[in-house]
């Protein structure tokens, strides 16, 4: 397949999951796998990429959260009416069999939905739990079959301290666990140091990554030094969060500009900015703290919201967290790279 | 005759190499041969006892025995710690540039004090990591090689006679793996060892021709050293004898002394717990599986004229099982569904929701009103349980002939339902009405509307608008945030509204506690995808 004929088809694709039809993706779908794509290529090269424009779309402001859930309806209906069709469900060698979850708190749930179809059509047995497990869920489900091994999925990199929590508690009952998605950084970065045994950033690598498992665990590598400093801050949350917000709503020059933000978006916002902040203390990156500010800085311009609320917040936290100093450290490099 | 003459000497040289192999496979040290590039050539001895993961092709700087890797002039003994045995190794250069490493176990400590401790408190950290009997056994057989002995057996005996096994044999193979099969009750009747009535402690025995002979393969392979001194400990659950761990050792070892043996007993003992623990719990998750299969939300049917979408979480997340509940089944009066919220948390109040969509489902067949179901229901549970009630909306949807549904609603002290229209605004459903199953009098409440296509009705419990926010003292999500978030759902089909709102919600609670949540939303399902838009 040429790469102008995976976008032809990703777009067409996209035309019916705007106007959540199912009944025109299917058929599509089945266009294309008459034409020859088999069914695997099809969820990785149309349906994932689809996906990963409807973020971009909804980042850009030219999609509603709400599109984005009924594109994701749609293409999980797809999904039913194609998988179970498809020759390969039934005739693909047994492999093992393996638990397919998201990270609690990751509601994104298709990428691990692809990867459970993709791994069912390679021939293993998949039990499929869906977006945000809990932990004790996870473990639960996993004492009760005999399974080889878990695929974790996480799309947010703010779901990571969970993502080791649940790395750790699958350990503790003998399991080995894939890591995948856009959570665990470029080239899954942060996958090995939470001690995954393996994992991948494409639904074809995790599936790769799965079959070459062998059975030792792997160890998970030394906290960095500010993951102390994580666990403490997690303790002000509460207070940073508040303060944030005190200080966007008082300032008048503020409460203008932020006009088009309701008090919830405000606590999203501060929400998320700390615990960015928090978990690139967790993994010891900045990097992660000034991806997630490239990104909010991209999703608020295209919102008309200035990001100068963002940077009055950092100020908020830099001076009430006067004395963490990984935390002030992180947040006065942020602003330099962001006033440069 | 050149070419005979090489061919010989060949043929002497061989057979002088397979002589040289054998004799230094008997010596009791391990040995292996390196070439200049330090790749092993050959392992010897009791290598694969001592190093059982080196193999010929390795790099000897990234094995175990890296420290000899360079060998040096001066011969120097390295001491090295490794499976938990005490290693004494020296190398020696060869004269084709390689070398050879020479491995012995130091004569080591009794098995006492804290070596006794050491190994006994790893044992037990490694057999409960695993909470599944299959696994718990495999670690209980590979502990105590080659520390303890060369081999380990494991049988477990079943009620009929029979045993089935577990067995441990490394050979410094890659990718071994514990065997496993099983012996008939013949074969174990024929193993004095193995009778779990008369063995009581443990007993050391030598190998007499018929007690092993038969298992012989199965636990040491044909090729293997021939076995020396035995083991057998008895494996004790509560319950009595339920297996028996036989250590082997192989001719030319020690017998068990009498350290090793209580080390081996109070192993024995560890294992049982463990083994014992994992039974117990497989019986009861695979008990409690099958109970909480009729409690958990059954999947949505798929009407052809209707659309659904539905969200549940518990309070008990783990359990997946609490009081609120939903359900939705095809009959020939149309559909019927139904949501709601027992009083109570946890298993408790899920046996009484599994109690009412029974008798639901029963009184359908002969009331397809839906408050005349109410009043039934009421008799039952007063009847039954008089001091558990519960809320509930129960409906029922059937298509008209404009394309949208005709409802009929009736409530008992649930929330009230949102409709909401394609405009994105949103109304309340007023339905009054009293719990079901507190009051013999209680008096219901009851509607039929119309739902036209595009809209969506909604059904949810309090667990929704009761939710705390993770933050600024857990505000509560409150019924306005509710119907704000609804709005914004015009147009999408029912799953989508499902999902958004259990997000958004999750969102909210940022990880808190809560108490259940169930949501179902319902609508006329479009006869052409476009027609909503």
């Given at each position: 397949m040429s790469s102008a004929s995976e976008t032809r088809a990703v777009s067409s694709l996209l035309h019916h999951l705007e106007r959540a039809d199912d009944v025109g993706a299917v058929a599509f779908s089945r266009t294309l796998v008459a034409e020859g794509r088999d069914t695997e290529s099809l969820l990785l090269d149309v349906i994932a990429p689809a996906h990963v424009k409807i973020g971009r779309l909804w980042q850009d402001n030219d999609w509603s959260v709400a599109q984005e859930h009924a594109a994701t309806c749609t293409s999980e209906r797809l999904l039913s009416a194609l998988v179970p069709a498809s020759p390969a469900y039934r005739t693909a060698a047994k492999r093992g069999s393996v638990l397919v979850a998201c990270v609690e708190g990751e509601w994104h749930g298709l990428p691990a939905r692809l990867l459970a179809d993709v791994l069912r059509l390679r021939g293993w047995e998949v039990t499929f739990l869906g977006a945000n497990v809990p932990e004790g869920a996870l473990t639960n489900y996993a004492q009760g079959s005999d399974y080889d091994a878990v695929a974790l999925s996480c799309s947010l990199p703010l779901r990571l301290p969970k993502a080791g929590a649940m790395i750790e508690a699958c350990h503790s009952i003998d399991l080995p666990v894939i890591a995948g998605g856009a959570g665990f950084g470029p080239d899954s970065r942060w996958a090995r140091p939470l001690g995954a045994e393996g994992w991948a950033t494409s639904g074809r690598g995790a599936a790769t990554a799965l079959e070459s498992l062998g059975t030792a665990h792997a160890t998970p590598a030394p906290a960095p030094h500010s993951r102390d400093e994580y666990v403490n801050l997690l303790q002000r949350r509460e207070d940073a969060i508040r303060i944030g917000l005190h200080r966007l709503t008082e300032h008048h020059h503020l409460s203008l500009t932020t006009g088009r933000l309701n008090r919830d978006h405000m606590v999203e916002i501060l929400s998320h900015l700390f615990d960015s902040l928090a978990v690139s203390l967790y993994v010891g990156e900045t990097t992660l703290f000034m991806r997630f500010l490239h990104w909010v800085r991209a999703m608020l311009a295209a919102r008309h919201v200035p990001f100068a609320t963002v940077l009055e917040a950092m100020t908020a936290y830099a001076t009430l967290l006067y004395d963490y100093p990984a935390t002030v450290a992180t947040l006065r490099q942020a602003r330099a790279e962001l006033t440069e | 005759m050149e070419t005979t003459g090489t061919t010989s000497t060949k043929r002497g040289k061989e057979a002088t190499t397979g002589t040289l192999d054998a004799a230094i496979d008997g010596v009791d040290e391990?040995?292996?041969?390196?070439?200049?590039?330090?790749?092993?050539?050959?392992?010897?001895?009791?290598?694969?006892?001592?190093?059982?993961?080196?193999?010929?092709?390795?790099?000897?700087?990234?094995?175990?025995?890296?420290?000899?890797?360079?060998?040096?002039?001066?011969?120097?003994?390295?001491?090295?710690?490794?499976?938990?045995?005490?290693?004494?190794?020296?190398?020696?250069?060869?004269?084709?540039?390689?070398?050879?490493?020479?491995?012995?176990?130091?004569?080591?400590?009794?098995?006492?004090?804290?070596?006794?401790?050491?190994?006994?408190?790893?044992?037990?950290?490694?057999?409960?990591?695993?909470?599944?009997?299959?696994?718990?056994?495999?670690?209980?057989?590979?502990?105590?090689?080659?520390?303890?002995?060369?081999?380990?057996?494991?049988?477990?005996?079943?009620?009929?006679?029979?045993?089935?096994?577990?067995?441990?044999?490394?050979?410094?193979?890659?990718?071994?793996?514990?065997?496993?099969?099983?012996?008939?009750?013949?074969?174990?009747?024929?193993?004095?060892?193995?009778?779990?009535?008369?063995?009581?402690?443990?007993?050391?025995?030598?190998?007499?021709?018929?007690?092993?002979?038969?298992?012989?393969?199965?636990?040491?392979?044909?090729?293997?050293?021939?076995?020396?001194?035995?083991?057998?400990?008895?494996?004790?659950?509560?319950?009595?004898?339920?297996?028996?761990?036989?250590?082997?050792?192989?001719?030319?070892?020690?017998?068990?002394?009498?350290?090793?043996?209580?080390?081996?007993?109070?192993?024995?003992?560890?294992?049982?717990?463990?083994?014992?623990?994992?039974?117990?719990?497989?019986?009861?998750?695979?008990?409690?599986?099958?109970?909480?299969?009729?409690?958990?939300?059954?999947?949505?049917?798929?009407?052809?004229?209707?659309?659904?979408?539905?969200?549940?979480?518990?309070?008990?997340?783990?359990?997946?099982?609490?009081?609120?509940?939903?359900?939705?089944?095809?009959?020939?009066?149309?559909?019927?569904?139904?949501?709601?919220?027992?009083?109570?948390?946890?298993?408790?109040?899920?046996?009484?929701?599994?109690?009412?969509?029974?008798?639901?489902?029963?009184?359908?067949?002969?009331?397809?009103?839906?408050?005349?179901?109410?009043?039934?229901?009421?008799?039952?549970?007063?009847?039954?349980?008089?001091?558990?009630?519960?809320?509930?909306?129960?409906?029922?949807?059937?298509?008209?002939?404009?394309?949208?549904?005709?409802?009929?609603?009736?409530?008992?002290?649930?929330?009230?339902?949102?409709?909401?229209?394609?405009?994105?605004?949103?109304?309340?459903?007023?339905?009054?009405?009293?719990?079901?199953?507190?009051?013999?009098?209680?008096?219901?409440?009851?509607?039929?509307?119309?739902?036209?296509?595009?809209?969506?009705?909604?059904?949810y419990s309090d667990g929704v608008t009761e939710a705390r926010r993770g933050v600024l003292n857990g505000e509560m999500f409150g019924e306005e945030r509710l119907r704000d978030l609804l709005a914004e759902c015009a147009g999408l089909p029912a799953e989508a509204t499902a999902a958004r709102l259990e997000q958004a919600i999750g969102d909210w609670l940022g990880g808190n506690r809560h108490d259940d949540i169930a949501i179902l939303a319902l609508q006329p399902r479009l006869s052409r995808p476009e027609e909503g838009r």
């Open positions: - | 391990a040995v292996v041969i390196c070439d200049r590039t330090a790749t092993v050539q050959s392992v010897h001895g009791t290598a694969r006892q001592l190093v059982p993961e080196i193999a010929p092709g390795d790099d000897i700087a990234q094995s175990p025995l890296a420290p000899l890797a360079r060998p040096e002039r001066q011969t120097r003994q390295h001491r090295l710690r490794h499976n938990g045995l005490d290693l004494s190794a020296k190398s020696k250069p060869l004269r084709d540039g390689g070398f050879a490493c020479y491995v012995t176990e130091t004569a080591s400590a009794p098995w006492t004090g804290r070596r006794r401790a050491e190994f006994l408190g790893e044992a037990t950290k490694l057999l409960n990591a695993s909470l599944r009997v299959e696994r718990v056994i495999r670690t209980a057989v590979q502990l105590p090689v080659p520390r303890l002995a060369a081999a380990c057996c494991y049988a477990a005996i079943a009620p009929d006679g029979s045993a089935r096994w577990w067995n441990w044999y490394p050979t410094g193979q890659r990718g071994e793996e514990v065997t496993t099969g099983e012996w008939d009750s013949a074969t174990v009747s024929g193993m004095g060892w193995l009778s779990a009535s008369t063995l009581a402690e443990p007993r050391a025995f030598e190998p007499w021709p018929g007690d092993i002979d038969g298992i012989l393969d199965d636990i040491l392979p044909a090729e293997a050293p021939r076995p020396g001194a035995l083991l057998a400990v008895p494996v004790r659950a509560v319950s009595g004898v339920v297996g028996v761990l036989l250590f082997i050792r192989t001719t030319g070892q020690a017998p068990f002394d009498e350290d090793e043996t209580d080390v081996l007993r109070e192993f024995a003992n560890r294992a049982a717990t463990a083994i014992g623990s994992a039974t117990l719990y497989q019986y009861q998750a695979h008990t409690a599986a099958i109970l909480k299969s009729g409690l958990v939300p059954a999947p949505l049917p798929h009407p052809a004229d209707i659309s659904l979408g539905a969200a549940y979480r518990c309070a008990h997340e783990a359990d997946r099982i609490g009081g609120d509940y939903y359900e939705v089944t095809e009959t020939t009066e149309g559909l019927g569904f139904l949501l709601g919220d027992v009083c109570g948390k946890g298993a408790e109040a899920a046996v009484l929701t599994g109690l009412v969509r029974q008798s639901i489902h029963a009184l359908r067949r002969v009331q397809p009103c839906p408050v005349q179901l109410l009043r039934l229901l009421n008799d039952v549970l007063m009847e039954t349980i008089p001091e558990k009630f519960t809320t509930l909306i129960l409906g029922r949807a059937e298509r008209n002939s404009a394309g949208g549904l005709d409802l009929e609603l009736a409530s008992g002290g649930h929330p009230c339902p949102l409709i909401l229209h394609r405009d994105g605004t949103v109304t309340d459903v007023v339905l009054r009405g009293m719990f079901v199953g507190a009051l013999r009098q209680a008096v219901f409440d009851s509607v039929a509307l119309t739902l036209a296509p595009g809209e969506t009705l909604l059904l």
